[in-house]
């Protein structure tokens, strides 16, 4: 055990300075490459002069694609579920690629930290009785031990490019939040109460890839209407990404649908990120009245 344990240590810092080498070698070659430092000049930040809290960032079409070096015992991919699909009754033909939409995908908006308060909010307003609950999100439900609070960016559809950070008054002060997990830990549907979207199925699977989710909770492919969940840091179910990867390859017709409480993936560290929106707006996932109700 000794000996194994020993070699498995050895194993991790190889594989470390290999991801060293890695990027010290894209360092240089981006260094050297005009075009690539003509796309980052024109990616760089730009703040209108009359909103110095908000700036566009030009969308970036030059990709540089390095080899990656993982260790597979980081996270289990199986969940040991298996997952059905549901037909989207509205089909109409997609207008982005899902995994460069910025609605489906949220690591093309992404997201910054904040110093905001890690505890639960008591906000004002009305309050929906069948709101998603985040307490769900791992069994059993619990109250959230909050690591960390982001803000989302926004995204401007005229110039095809990120504003922000999204910021009072007009949005939440947090819209992401790391919720503490045990590593491994199994990741499932946050319920809610009626709001089924066919067949007994509860959320529709926007998007998935091996680090990330998006569930929608009605059976249409976008997030105009209904809540939506992404859910970052998670070791997708192997299964649930190649029926995904298959539905949506195959134009999206129908797309992978999840009953409450089912697993998708599983805790890739100690911690996994939650953001929630609501026809499509960001809300603040701290809120106590809207999804951590009796917490």
Known sequence: MEK????SKWKARWLFVLVLLEVSLFVVCLDSSSGATAALEAASTQRPSNDSAHYHTEAVTTY???????????CRVSTGESYGSLAIPNW???????????DLN????GYTITQASLELVDLGGDTDPSAPQL????????APNIKAAYQVYG????????TGPLSPPDDPEVTLVDLAATSDELVRVPDR???DIGEGYKALVLYADPDRITLKYT????VVYGYTIHVENVCVDATLLALYQQLNDAGRHSLPALTAGQAFGRAHAERVGVAIRDTGTFLDPRSRKDWWRGY
């Open 4 to 7: 194994q344990s020993l070699f």
């Open 106 to 109: 949220l690591a093309v908006r």
């Open 92 to 102: 109409v033909s997609p207008t982005l690629p899902a995994e460069t939409h910025p």
């Open 219 to 222: 059976s249409d492919d976008n």
């Open 193 to 195: 109460s009626g709001g």
């Open 64 to 74: 540089v694609y390095l080899p990656l070096v993982f260790y597979t015992d980081a």
């Open 135 to 142: 307490s769900s999100v791992f069994v059993p439900p619990r």
């Open 155 to 162: 995204w401007d559809w005229v110039c095809n490019c990120r």
